[in-house]
T-cell receptor, first 109, second 116 residues
């Protein structure tokens, strides 16, 4: 089975940096995804890690340590539009994803 | 231009009824999925389907069944609806990823099902 944990809520200030952590325990690990979901909308893809290390994409970076079962999503230069839920997901069997409960990020002026 | 579309967007129905939600993708993907997102916002995989195999999450009741008339469609049929089935259902699609590669899943807009 899969078990994925992330903080339920976080608050940060516009222009700041925030790190959202995700820990997982899973069998058949085949990569970790981060998705963004605005309220009432569909999840959209942000990043993917399968090897240890940091992947950078503009203001967003994602890190993975497979030995520790740990990942984080780093958001820099926060903007108000970054207020959303951030979902960590582990890939197993084919392309099946198991999602964590999501972290609701509130960005304040 | 819509990549993954679902109908209806909202569905309100009585307990015990049978209903279907339709999903279509125009991305040429070979794998489609159904997810359920409950009131606590947990997004759970229900099914993964391509023309070779159907993978079912073991926690899904057999009242739920996916039906694929062709590669671009994966509909979700639900029999004998229960109160606990109320949720937002998302369809998604992707290509089958190569080993150590990825093909992200593209999600539809969701269908909010309310069972009274």
């Amino acid at each position: 089975g899969q078990n994925i944990d992330q903080p339920t809520e976080m608050t940060a200030t516009e222009g700041a940096i925030v790190q959202i952590n995700c820990t997982y325990q899973t069998s058949g690990f085949n990569g970790l995804f981060w998705y963004q979901q605005h309220a009432g909308e569909a999840p959209t893809f942000l990043s993917y890690n399968v090897l240890d290390g940091l992947e950078e994409k503009g203001r967003f970076s994602s890190f993975l340590s497979r030995s520790k079962g740990y990942s984080y999503l780093l958001l820099k230069e926060l903007q108000m539009k970054d207020s959303a839920s951030y979902l960590c997901a582990v890939r197993w069997a084919g392309n099946m994803l198991t999602f964590g409960g999501g972290t609701r990020l509130m960005v304040k002026p | 231009d819509t990549a993954v579309s679902q109908t209806p967007k909202y569905l309100v129905t009585q307990m015990g009824n049978d209903k279907s939600i339709k999903c279509e993708q125009n991305l040429g993907h070979d794998t489609m999925y159904w997810y359920k997102q409950d009131s606590k916002k947990f997004l759970k995989i229900m099914f993964s389907y391509n023309n070779k195999e159907l993978i079912i999450n073991e926690t899904v009741p057999n009242r739920f069944s996916p039906k694929s008339p062709d590669k671009a469609h994966l509909n979700l049929h639900i029999n004998s609806l229960e109160l606990g089935d109320s949720a937002v259902y998302f369809c998604a699609s992707s290509q089958i990823p190569l080993r150590h590669s990825y093909n992200e899943q593209f999600f539809g807009p969701g269908t909010r099902l309310t069972v009274l």
